[in-house]
């Protein structure tokens, strides 16, 4: 069996660093005249964990195109980075102990996020990811295409059933398309009707694997 997981907001409680590297970026936008002078509040700029930067920047700011706020993406995993290496990320309280339960138990773990390969390679330094997943997928390598279709590359390369797991319309998205079970993560950044085609609904990550179960 494989497990699928969404990584901002189902194992990495992103807020904590992305919210302070968007306004830094955003600040940015503003001086450069590319973007209007205003202010966002934190549930706000929590809405777009876990949107792709490509899908985030063009939908936040629908008259610019992806060429000129590449720029402030590269502020937004720049500034994260840098918190990640000081030591200011950090994962759900949990979080470590149910991968390693359900890598003992003979789950495949997989990871899927809309994230760049700086912010991947980071995480897998400061957390060592490895440790738990058998395969990592980040959405730049994709061009930033939805993860529906990235995940027809992942079950080539890890054929077998799955679950999905995840905080975002993104990840039930790949369950309702391809009639797979998923678990919702409520305790991330989605809003409960994201949740309607779930399986299963979590409010801490350590009940996945009794949620698991009941799916089996």
């Not at 720049?78 to 000081?86: F, N, S």
């Not at 990320?89 to 773990?109: C, I, S, V, W």
């Not at 390679?121 to 957390?127: L, V």
């Amino acid at each position: 069996m494989n497990l699928l997981f969404d990584y901002d907001g189902t194992l990495h409680d992103t807020a904590h660093i992305y919210i302070p590297a968007f306004r830094l970026a955003y600040r940015s936008l503003v001086q450069r005249g590319l973007a209007p002078d205003q202010d966002f509040t934190d549930d706000v700029i929590k809405s777009w964990l876990g949107y792709s930067p490509k899908e985030m920047w063009t939908t936040l700011l629908p008259d610019q195109p992806w060429s000129r706020l590449m720029d402030a993406s590269a502020v937004v995993t720049a500034e994260m980075v840098r918190r990640i290496a000081d030591g200011q990320a950090r994962l759900f309280p949990g979080t470590e102990e149910t991968l390693q339960q359900l890598k003992n138990d003979g789950y495949h773990l997989l990871f899927l996020s809309n994230c760049k390969k700086a912010y991947l390679k980071q995480h897998q330094a400061t957390f060592g990811l490895e440790r738990y997943f058998e395969d990592f997928y980040c959405s730049e390598d994709y061009d930033y295409v939805p993860k529906y279709e990235i995940f027809l590359r992942i079950q080539k390369d890890h054929p077998g059933s799955y679950i999905i797991i995840g905080d975002r319309f993104h990840d039930l998205q790949i369950a309702e398309k391809y009639g797979l079970p998923a678990i919702a993560c409520g305790y991330g950044y989605g809003r409960e009707d994201e949740f309607c085609g779930a399986s299963e609904i979590i409010k801490d990550i350590r009940e996945l694997p009794e949620a698991i179960g009941r799916l089996l």
